[in-house]
Each structure stands twice: as structure tokens, then as C-alpha cells.
């Protein structure tokens, strides 16, 4: 079983910088594919990046290619999203997500075992 708590978020303006962090609780992070996903209202649930368990490969969306960069401490049982250049439709709660088998790295919502909370990260124009 793997808990997840992301932080982090808030209220930036458009270029500008945010860093959300998600912790997770459990013995089995380090064997875990890890990945961020984000929701608008009204919007399905998107990916946004991935990490595999040893944090070695990332993919990224298109969208934020260049811009978000997803890292992976196993000694701290913790990921990073450091997101840069911030745009107006990054606006979303952001998600962080575990999956237990770690041979693959998914890029849909249902390839993930576990789901922290979310946290909320608005950017204004």
C-alpha cells in the first residue's frame, strides 16, 4: 500500500515558477513507476509527465515539454514536478500517481494503482 501527499501548489503569475512535491508513505517507493497528472473543471484527468522506478527514464506531454521537469528521490520517498515558464492553461489541480508494477510507464490515469489528494496551482495572466 502506498500513500501519496503532494504540496506545493499555489498562485503564480504567467513565466514565473512553482516546484509541487508529492511524499509517499510505504516501504515500496523505490520499485515504483511514478507519474503527475493534472485536471481542469470541466476537463478529463492528463497526463503531464512520468518517471520510471529508478527515476533514470522520464516522458513528458507534449504540452509541457521544454518547461516541466519530473524527478524522483527514492532516499526521501519523494517526486518533484518543477514547473517553469507557466502558462494561463497549466491551470489545474495537480496529481500525483504510483503504480506498483514497474515495468511499464503508463501515460493514462488508468495505469496507476494510487492517488494523493491533489494540489491546486493557478496561474494568471
Known amino acids: 500500500q502506498v500513500q501519496l501527499v503532494e504540496s506545493g501548489g499555489g498562485l503564480v503569475q504567467a513565466g514565473g515558477s512553482l516546484r509541487v512535491s508529492c511524499v509517499a508513505s510505504?516501504?515500496?517507493?523505490?520499485?515504483?513507476?511514478m507519474g503527475w497528472f493534472r485536471q481542469a473543471p470541466g476537463e478529463e484527468r492528463e497526463f503531464v509527465a512520468a518517471?520510471?522506478?529508478?527515476?533514470?527514464?522520464?516522458y513528458d506531454a507534449d504540452s509541457v515539454k521544454g518547461r516541466f521537469t519530473i524527478s524522483k528521490d527514492n532516499a526521501k520517498n519523494t517526486m518533484y514536478l518543477q514547473m517553469n515558464n507557466l502558462k494561463p492553461e497549466d491551470k489545474a489541480v495537480y496529481y500525483c500517481?504510483?503504480?506498483?508494477?514497474?515495468?511499464?510507464?503508463?501515460?493514462?490515469?488508468?495505469?496507476?494503482?494510487?492517488w494523493g489528494q491533489g494540489t491546486q496551482v493557478t496561474v494568471s495572466s
Open positions: 500517481a504510483a503504480r506498483r508494477n514497474k515495468v511499464e510507464v503508463p501515460t493514462t490515469p488508468r495505469g496507476y494503482d494510487y
Open positions: 510505504g516501504r515500496t517507493f523505490s520499485r515504483c513507476v
Open positions: 518517471i520510471s522506478w529508478s527515476g533514470r527514464s522520464t
